[in-house]
């Protein structure tokens, strides 16, 4: 099946640093990968559509100066948590889909603690 | 918005029992999905179904949809103690709305 894979897998910084979380798909091609935030025993939410070669779609109430997406190769996605704060502290996963399939393959996450 | 509610929120069996969850959502769909999330893992996608479908099997795994009621279940028969995990259905095709989840404990 299709791997993701996410890197790093956990990372603590100091409050207002920017952190760079990867996103690769390792044996497809993803013209389109997402981000997802997941907080303590929530659900998902999808936070943006990464689309490879152009801007990415955010959603609703998510602030795209703040957590920037570049989608610069069909096989990377990076999420930049810039001046990131307490509040950011989350698990960030990636996924992708492999067209013409409608089921995500998701990525290991991300667990991202601000101090 | 989320728009999937799960229930029950956590479900606590005995290994090889059967453990059933249930997912209701709000507007119209094409299919949905179930994924399964270990602790602090990702996600692992375990069935779709589509919405001409009202029951579809997978090993263990049996969900069912009912259109009329936008509510789908999933069945795990025989459970076995690695079952343990949360359990969450989505729904919007690329834009996945994952609902509430259950969280399942299989005791050994």
């Known amino acids: 099946g299709a791997v993701v894979s996410q890197h790093p897998s956990w990372v603590i910084c100091k409050s207002g640093t920017s952190v760079k979380i990867e996103c690769r798909s390792l044996?497809?091609?993803?013209?389109?990968m997402f981000w997802y935030r997941q907080f303590p025993k929530q659900s998902l939410m999808l936070m943006a559509t990464s689309n490879e070669g152009s801007k990415a779609t955010y959603e609703q109430g998510v602030e795209k100066d703040k957590f920037l997406i570049n989608h610069a190769s069909l096989t990377l996605s990076t999420l930049t948590v810039t001046s990131a704060h307490p509040e950011d502290s989350s698990f960030y996963i990636c996924s992708a889909r492999v067209p013409p399939q409608e089921t995500q393959y998701f990525g290991p996450g991300t667990r991202l603690l601000v101090l | 918005s989320q728009q999937g509610e799960e229930d029950p929120q956590a479900l606590s069996i005995q290994e090889g029992e059967n453990a059933t969850m249930n997912c209701s959502y709000k507007t119209s769909i094409n299919n949905l999905q179930w994924y399964r999330q270990n602790s602090g893992r990702g996600l692992v996608h375990l069935i779709l179904?589509?919405?001409?479908?009202r029951e579809k099997h997978s090993g263990r795994l049996r969900v069912t949809l009912d259109t009329s009621k936008k509510s789908s279940s999933l069945l795990i028969t025989a459970s076995r103690a690695a079952d343990t995990a949360s359990y969450f259905c989505?729904?919007?095709?690329?834009?996945?709305?994952f609902g509430e989840g259950t969280q399942l404990t299989v005791n050994p």
């Open positions: 044996d497809f091609q993803a013209t389109t």
């Open positions: 179904i589509r919405s001409n479908e």
């Open positions: 989505a729904t919007g095709g690329s834009r996945l709305t």
